[in-house]
């Protein structure tokens, strides 16, 4: 039987890997026989702690707006695992000489987060002892104390467009500090933040899209414009992915809205709204190598059955 | 045939062996500090105390902590631990890519120590590097061909030695096929091109050397043509708009310009076309047909008791249809139609109006318009028989698709997405394919045995189409397609049983009033279905879904066997733990105040035995099972906050020392030179030899570029 090319999982096969599994399974009794060996001595949460910072330390200068933000051997997003493992080692090591050393570890876990506010915290921390760390963390504070004032939430306006300024408004200042940060590999982190401020805009306009003039048409072309102005974002293809949900689901709508059935239903709009939406989709289906593409994959099939849903025939 | 239990045996025989090497481990890593060897803390205080941004200090820290770990090493063997994390921590400080992968690479080799976790922390680091692994995937392409090539030469060798023609020419033809046309793209040809483009964008386009741009120059025209080729066949399945996406993959590649253009053209043709059809559609009107010459009274009164339900009027129109028959076609067509709907809409109204449809056709028998009264009949059996015959046309296009299995090898299934891979085989078609007559004969009667002894075809799509048409005439059962509804239950049943859906079949039998025999008899499979299910994922977490199988069973097996087990499978369901595990060796390392008897580990189980590897973590202490002879029971222990904060701690860390066991890296999945045992039976005879494997492409993210 002639096997097709690529059709099934290859697996390690070495012989090298055999002998030592077989080596390993006649000393497996052995291993798993004997009793529970006496609690190991010193070094433990040291060599954890270690290793917590050296991940960290190896992913330092990546560019989160552009790449996919690094992630640990098991798939975990690697601040986050980095966090709960420096938690888990505070407890264990008991150690007050290696706060400043956890407090800064974790306050750069923080940022790669975008949490400012407890990076700040932390840092401020780290800066009032003393040491090489705490010049470090002094040197690092401007930028996160900015970025921590730059992205307070907003309050929620009165009438829908009265937030429209304030965005404005944050969206400039945030754009200043690109400049002046410019030689700080951690002037990515400004860039997410516009570009979280830019989403936050197109899901208001498309959320309050009834209540605002022309709230569709603005909504569509704003995010239209999220997509020009993130291209080389790491994420565009969500961007992308979402205009085609907006497009999908006005399809959807005008479909809800008049029967299908009905005189007044009309085909050739619906359609319209489909192809559309579809196009987008299609842009995304198209790329290797990233998760959007089985979701645009799924929203195309999605919308080839609401075309059959019009034309009557069954699926 | 296929046996390839070298590499097989050495996962599973390290899948085994992982966590145990791990809590082997894993108890050193979490120990609590001890102030037994005061330089190295402090050594290893002032590495994690240097800021990151300063690599030389941070260097010159981390080369004094190795300094002081070594002079102490031959005092206390666990410091040698210490220095993969270290080294780890020192590539961080490296500038250069080169440097830093193959200092990542020596780690990952175990140059550092065999500690699992260290080893697989470096490995992951590695592949987070693009031009590492756009390296390694291109040695494993040129390893794959040689592979490909050799493992040839062992076939045409072994078949030689047997005398085999066919086996000896085969690997030849398939060799030369592969110089001559070019493989589809697969899965690492995908991901090597994403990686270069993360590459370009990185702006690192220099690093490749001129042998590895001129390879993915040519995966780049490779997969423009395959792009070109989706979309000329979506063309000519008049698909424009899924032309329209494989286009766009094809533009950004910037290459073969005019064949896109060409395409674009037919396209833009197809859409507009297709839009002109549309609005042409929409813009017919209605003609009235010609209804001159026939007695409009007639038909009205028969059309006006029909819609009226009035089942006297009906029969008076049916005498008065028999005692005087129409004479225009016109006439006799709207009678005949709205007779044969009155008649079936009175069947279901009551016993007056209680005809068969052929009724009416035999009505009209003797009558010159006896052919148009039976097509008017025949066309509204149809109607109700409409599904039934749908899924009968799926059955003939699975039995074309079968035989044009066995005769060509091919198999489509009708899944759009299957035309789109035949698409990509197509696209490397070359005069090879004339010498596949030599293989048809032999093959072909391989493949007849196939189909005759199973299915070579999916029958999803049959079985979609008997599930429609069930449930299409669910609502309304009539004489007209009883029997066909009995035969597609029937017939959904076997297949789903033949499927393992016992449940769906089961539910088709109910339907079907099928007798009881044989919906116990299916009962009785469903039920060891469940409780097996209930043996394997036992610990797995899903205990809720399992105790709503068990109880199902429990209420509709009432008295029986099974009943008894699902019960018994409750009970354990009930006692088993439900706190957070940990063994007890990542206790005792955070914990070594636990009460923990040492007698309960020597393997005497007349003191009482525990399961080391399995201990329970509970709001406030700690329980676990012991064992004394053939008794069991439940021990809680309390301990205090501290002690449980620490234990929370532990289990959180060896439930990620476990993920990361867990976790396949590229760096262990391609370690060594994989051989495997190939024994076949097929055109060429009977085989068996040692042959290398090629490397595909396993990671997780495999799925995206498939």
């Known amino acids: 039987v002639t096997r097709a090319r690529g059709a099934t999982r290859r697996v390690p096969r070495s012989a090298i890997a055999l002998h030592g599994a077989v080596l390993a399974a006649f000393a497996l009794p052995g291993v798993a026989g004997c009793s529970a060996p006496e609690p190991s001595p010193a070094y433990g949460p040291y060599r954890t702690l270690l290793e917590v910072v050296a991940e960290l330390d190896a992913t330092r200068d990546a560019d989160l707006y552009r790449f996919d933000p690094p992630r640990d051997v098991s798939g975990e997003s690697l601040p986050r695992a980095v966090l709960s493992r420096l938690e888990r080692i505070e407890v264990l090591l008991g150690d007050p000489a290696l706060a400043p050393a956890i407090e800064f570890a974790r306050a750069q876990a923080h940022e790669r987060l975008s949490g400012f506010e407890a990076a700040q915290a932390g840092y401020r921390q780290v800066a009032a002892g003393e040491g090489p760390l705490a010049a470090a963390a002094a040197a690092a504070l401007p930028f996160t104390t900015a970025m921590c004032e730059l992205t307070r939430p907003l309050q929620d306006p009165a009438r829908p467009l009265d937030v429209l300024a304030p965005l404005a408004q944050r969206r400039e200042e945030l754009t200043k500090l690109l400049d002046v940060y410019a030689d700080d590999p951690r002037v990515c982190l400004a860039w997410i933040a516009i570009e979280r401020l830019d989403v936050r805009l197109r899901e208001y306009l498309y959320r309050n899209r009834n209540a605002i003039d022309d709230g569709t048409r603005r909504a569509v072309d704003h995010a239209r414009d999220v997509i020009a102005a993130h291209a080389e974002s790491r994420r565009l293809l969500e961007h992308v992915l979402r205009l085609g949900d907006f497009l999908a689901e006005l399809a959807r709508a005008q479909v809800a809205a008049i029967d299908p059935e009905s005189a007044e239903f009309d085909a050739t709009r619906a359609r319209n709204a489909i192809a559309a939406a579809a196009e987008v989709y299609a842009e995304v289906a198209a790329v290797d190598g990233a998760p959007e593409r089985e979701e645009a994959r799924a929203g195309l099939a999605a919308l080839e059955a609401l075309a059959q849903r019009l034309t009557g025939t069954p699926p | ?706």
């Open chain 2, 1 to 706: 045939v296929r046996r390839r239990f070298a590499g097989l045996t050495a996962l599973s025989a390290l899948a085994l062996l992982a966590p145990v090497a791990l809590l082997a481990c894993g108890s050193a890593a979490l120990a609590p500090t001890s102030p037994r060897s005061p330089p190295i803390e402090r050594a290893l205080r002032d590495v994690l105390l240097e800021p990151p941004g300063d690599p030389s200090r941070r260097l010159l820290a981390i080369d004094t902590a190795r300094a002081v770990i070594r002079s102490v090493e031959d005092e206390e063997a666990e410091t040698t631990g210490l220095l993969a994390p270290l080294e780890m921590l020192a590539i961080g400080c490296e500038t250069s890519r080169e440097e830093r992968c193959a200092r990542l690479e020596a780690l990952a080799d175990g140059e550092y120590g065999a500690d699992t976790l260290s080893r697989r922390l470096a490995a992951g680091a590695l592949e987070r590097d693009p031009r590492w692994l756009a390296a390694r995937l291109e040695g494993d392409a040129l390893y794959s061909d040689f592979a490909a090539f050799w493992n040839g030469v062992l076939r045409t060798a072994f078949s030689a030695l047997q005398g085999n023609p066919i086996g000896v020419l085969q690997p030849l033809v398939v060799g030369i096929e592969g110089v001559v046309r070019g493989q589809p793209l697969d899965p690492r040809d995908r991901k090597r091109l994403t990686l270069e483009r993360r590459l370009r964008a990185e702006g690192e386009p220099a690093v490749l050397d001129p042998r590895t741009r001129e390879r993915v120059a040519a995966l780049h025209d490779q997969s423009c043509r395959e792009a070109l080729r989706l979309a000329r066949m979506a063309l000519e399945r008049r698909d424009p708009v899924a032309a329209a996406i494989h286009l766009d993959g094809a533009r950004a590649f910037l290459r073969r310009e005019d064949e896109v253009a060409e395409i674009a053209v037919e396209i833009d043709a197809q859409l507009a076309a297709r839009r002109e059809a549309l609005a042409a559609a929409l813009a017919v009107e209605p003609v009235e047909i010609d209804l001159d010459g026939f007695d409009r009274t007639r038909v009205s009164a028969l059309v006006a008791a029909w819609l009226a339900r009035d089942a006297a009027a009906l029969a008076a129109a049916q005498r008065d249809l028999e005692a005087e028959p129409p004479t225009h076609h016109a006439e006799h067509y709207a009678a005949a139609l709205a007779s044969a709907n009155a008649l079936r809409r009175a069947s279901r109204l009551g016993p007056p109006g209680a005809a068969d449809l052929r009724a009416v056709a035999r009505r009209f028998a003797d009558t010159e318009h006896a052919p148009l009264a039976a097509r008017a009949s025949t066309r509204l059996d149809a109607r109700d028989l409409a599904p039934f015959h749908a899924a009968g046309d799926v059955a003939q296009q699975t039995r074309r698709a079968t035989w044009r299995f066995v005769f060509t090898g091919e198999r489509i299934s009708g899944d759009p997405l299957e035309a789109h891979a035949d698409a990509r085989r197509a696209e490397t078609r070359s005069w090879i394919d004339a010498l596949a007559p030599i293989f048809w004969l032999p093959a072909t009667l391989i493949r007849g045995a196939y189909a005759a002894l199973g299915e070579p075809i999916d029958d999803r799509r049959r079985i979609d189409a008997l599930a429609a048409a069930v449930r299409a005439t669910r609502s309304a059962p009539g004489a007209a397609h009883d029997l066909a509804r009995r035969e597609a239950l029937a017939e959904l049943a076997e297949r789903h049983e033949r499927r393992g859906e016992y449940w769906k079949a089961r539910l088709a039998l109910l339907e079907a009033r099928a007798d009881r025999d044989s919906i116990e008899e299916l009962e009785a499979k469903l039920a060891d279905e469940i409780l097996a299910e209930g043996d394997s994922d036992r610990g797995g977490g899903g205990d809720r879904l399992r105790e709503a199988r068990l109880r199902w069973l429990i209420g509709a097996l009432p008295d029986t066997e099974h009943a008894a087990r699902a019960r018994q499978a409750l009970a354990t369901i009930a006692a088993s733990p439900r706190g957070e595990p940990i063994a007890l060796r990542f206790a005792l390392a955070v914990a070594p105040e636990l009460p923990i008897d040492p007698g309960w580990q020597d393997g005497d189980e007349r003191n009482g035995e525990i399961d080391p590897e399995r201990i329970e973590l509970l709001e406030h202490g700690i329980a676990f099972a012991l064992r004394e002879g053939s008794q069991t029971r439940r021990v809680s222990i309390d301990v205090a906050s501290e002690t449980h904060e620490r234990l929370l701690a532990a289990a959180a860390e060896q439930r990620w020392r476990y993920a990361v066991a867990r976790a396949a890296t590229y760096h262990e999945l391609h370690s060594g030179i994989p051989v495997e045992l190939y024994a076949g039976l097929g055109v060429s005879g009977a085989s068996a030899y040692p042959r290398l494997v090629e490397e595909g492409y396993d990671l997780a993210d495999r799925r995206y570029y498939e």
